[in-house]
């Protein structure tokens, strides 16, 4: 079994300001760190510090050769990553208020030039029996999904960020989503009431297994298990940046361990707490070790 991450790679610009900017409004910020970040990048981390062995496919231009630098020193597969030399590498500008709450702009770059041809170099090495993860900061989703539902891989998404290019996927193809309210709204309809939004889930994606994180009011499991909740961990919030992509990686891990989806909820969540509680993205994000101590 091999794990595939198709996904972003991301220079992340990160200001820490006193509230976010309004319109027309210029503000000061107190200070400027650059991080590497992309929710695909995050994602593979989390999964290789899980303890999966991870494949990470992508592009970057010439300027990002940091980043396929910091996937190789922590054992991360990059045979299948691209530096382009003709576009500069997906980057986002990232403001963190005095609550770690942030905002962000994303600029694609690189993670907007995955042609077809690349996808095909990529996924005719793996087989029915690995697994893809992808996410929504990349081009050619709805191709990726096809190629590999033909191939027969198991296709986990996590939807983010939500916009209109996720409604060309075959979402039907997909076999487990996580995904955050937001984005459950943007898919079965806005519906306030949690309950409501489970069973609403549940229908449209009967034959996958969904996860609903919850912010502060922790997540949930929709399948054919019924609904499992996990509980959030209480911590002192400094940057919420990567929270929802430590999540993603630490369950998906848990899950291909066989722990059982309680388990897998229950250090997922841990990840999240301990992520939040530090700077940056991927530099939050902990290793097994620290979960256990947690």
Same mark, same amino acid.
């Given at each position: 079994? =091999?794990? /595939? &991450?198709?996904?972003?790679?991301?220079?992340?610009?990160?200001? *820490? !300001?006193? @509230?976010?900017?309004?319109? +027309?409004?210029?503000?000061?910020?107190?200070?400027?760190?650059?991080?590497?970040?992309? =929710?695909? /990048? &995050?994602?593979?981390?989390?999964?290789?510090?899980?303890?999966? *062995? !991870?494949? @990470?496919?992508?592009?970057? +231009?010439?300027?990002?050769?940091?980043?396929?630098?910091?996937?190789?020193?922590?054992?991360?597969?990059?045979?299948?990553?691209?530096?382009?030399?003709?576009?500069?590498?997906?980057?986002?500008?990232?403001?963190?208020?005095?609550?770690?709450?942030?905002?962000?702009?994303?600029?694609?770059?690189?993670?907007?030039?995955?042609?077809?041809?690349?996808?095909?170099?990529?996924?005719?090495?793996?087989?029915?029996?690995?697994?893809?993860?992808?996410?929504?900061?990349?081009?050619?989703?709805?191709?990726?999904?096809?190629?590999?539902?033909?191939?027969?891989?198991?296709?986990?998404?996590?939807?983010?960020?939500?916009?209109?290019?996720?409604?060309?996927?075959?979402?039907?193809?997909?076999?487990?989503?996580?995904?955050?309210?937001?984005?459950?709204?943007?898919?079965?309809?806005?519906?306030?009431?949690?309950?409501?939004?489970?069973?609403?889930?549940?229908?449209?994606?009967?034959?996958?297994?969904?996860?609903?994180?919850?912010?502060?009011?922790?997540?949930?499991?929709?399948?054919?298990?019924?609904?499992?909740?996990?509980?959030?961990?209480?911590?002192?919030?400094?940057?919420?940046?990567?929270?929802?992509?430590?999540?993603?990686?630490?369950?998906?891990?848990?899950?291909?361990?066989?722990?059982?989806?309680?388990?897998?909820?229950?250090?997922?969540?841990?990840?999240?707490?301990?992520?939040?509680?530090?700077?940056?993205?991927?530099?939050?994000?902990?290793?097994?070790?620290?979960?256990?101590?947690?």
């Amino acid at each position: 079994m =091999k794990v /595939l &991450n198709f996904g972003s790679l991301n220079i992340d610009y990160v200001y *820490n !300001v006193e @509230h976010f900017v309004k319109k +027309g409004e210029t503000i000061s910020s107190n200070m400027l760190n650059i991080f590497s970040g992309g =929710k695909g /990048l &995050n994602q593979s981390i989390a999964l290789k510090k899980a303890g999966l *062995n !991870v494949y @990470h496919a992508g592009a970057i +231009g010439t300027d990002g050769l940091f980043l396929k630098q910091i996937l190789d020193d922590i054992g991360i597969d990059t045979s299948f990553l691209y530096t382009l030399q003709d576009v500069r590498t997906g980057n986002a500008i990232i403001q963190n208020d005095i609550s770690g709450d942030n905002c962000i702009i994303l600029y694609g770059g690189a993670n907007k030039a995955i042609t077809k041809d690349m996808i095909d170099n990529v996924l005719k090495n793996f087989t029915d029996n690995d697994y893809l993860l992808l996410q929504n900061e990349i081009s050619e989703i709805p191709y990726i999904v096809e190629k590999a539902h033909n191939i027969g891989m198991k296709i986990i998404l996590n939807p983010s960020p939500i916009n209109e290019n996720i409604f060309k996927i075959n979402l039907d193809y997909i076999d487990y989503f996580i995904l955050n309210e937001i984005e459950a709204k943007a898919l079965v309809g806005n519906f306030d009431d949690k309950n409501t939004l489970c069973k609403k889930l549940n229908e449209k994606f009967k034959n996958a297994s969904v996860v609903l994180t919850l912010g502060e009011d922790g997540s949930m499991y929709i399948g054919k298990e019924g609904i499992i909740k996990q509980n959030a961990y209480k911590v002192n919030v400094v940057d919420t940046t990567a929270a929802g992509d430590t999540f993603t990686g630490y369950y998906l891990a848990s899950i291909l361990e066989n722990l059982p989806i309680k388990t897998a909820l229950d250090i997922a969540s841990k990840a999240s707490a301990i992520a939040v509680s530090k700077k940056g993205a991927s530099p939050s994000i902990p290793n097994r070790e620290d979960i256990e101590n947690f």
